[in-house]
C-alpha cells in the first residue's frame, strides 16, 4: 500500500507562483509513474503533468512552458511547480502514483486546492 499527501495549495493572483508537494511513503520512484491531475467541480479529471521513472517528463498542452514535475528521491516527495498561474488553473490537484508493470496498482493523494484569484 502506497500513501501520498499532497501539500502546498492556496489562494494566489494570477501571474504568481505555486509549489506543491506530494510525499509517499516509501521509495517508490524507480517502479512507479508519478503524476499530477485536477479536477474542477462537475468537470473529468485532467491529467497535468507525468513523470517516468527514467526519461523526461510531459505535460499537458494547457501547462506547458509554465509547470514543472520534479522529485527528490532522498525525501520521496514529488514537486509541481507551478508559474505565471492563470484562473483558469484553479482546482482541486491531485497526485497519483502507477506501478510501471501493474496498472492495477495505482494510488491516489487526497487532493490539495489551488485557487488563482484577484
Known amino acids: 500500500q502506497v500513501q501520498l499527501v499532497e501539500s502546498g495549495g492556496g489562494l494566489v493572483q494570477p501571474g504568481g507562483s505555486l509549489r506543491l508537494s506530494c510525499a509517499a511513503s516509501?521509495?517508490?520512484?524507480?517502479?512507479?509513474?508519478m503524476n499530477w491531475y485536477r479536477q474542477v467541480a462537475g468537470k473529468q479529471r485532467e491529467l497535468v503533468a507525468t513523470?517516468?521513472?527514467?526519461?523526461?517528463?510531459n505535460y499537458a498542452d494547457s501547462v506547458k512552458g509554465r509547470f514543472a514535475v520534479s522529485r527528490d528521491k532522498a525525501k520521496n516527495t514529488v514537486y509541481l511547480q507551478m508559474n505565471s498561474l492563470k484562473p483558469e488553473d484553479t482546482a482541486v490537484y491531485y497526485c497519483?502514483?502507477?506501478?510501471?508493470?501493474?496498472?492495477?496498482?495505482?494510488?491516489w493523494g487526497q487532493g490539495t486546492q489551488v485557487t488563482v484569484s484577484p
Open positions: 497519483n502514483a502507477r506501478h510501471t508493470s501493474f496498472a492495477i496498482l495505482a494510488y
Open positions: 516509501g521509495s517508490i520512484f524507480s517502479t512507479y509513474v
Open positions: 513523470l517516468p521513472p527514467s526519461g523526461a517528463p
